[in-house]
């Protein structure tokens, strides 16, 4: 059993659908890393 994690960095000022959005997508790229790790995504207030 492995785990793959999306990981990301909020300052509480987005939407929650767009925070989890953005964690899944991280995981997703975990996943297709070959699993078994933990992916950051860019902190939202740098993403446009």
Known sequence: C?????LVVFKGQQEVSN????ADGA???AKAAGGNRIETAP???QLS
Do not use: N
């Open 19 to 22: 925070v989890l959005e953005t």
């Open 43 to 45: 902190p939202l207030d």
């Open 27 to 29: 995981m997703y790229r």
């Open 2 to 6: 492995t785990a793959s994690l999306g």
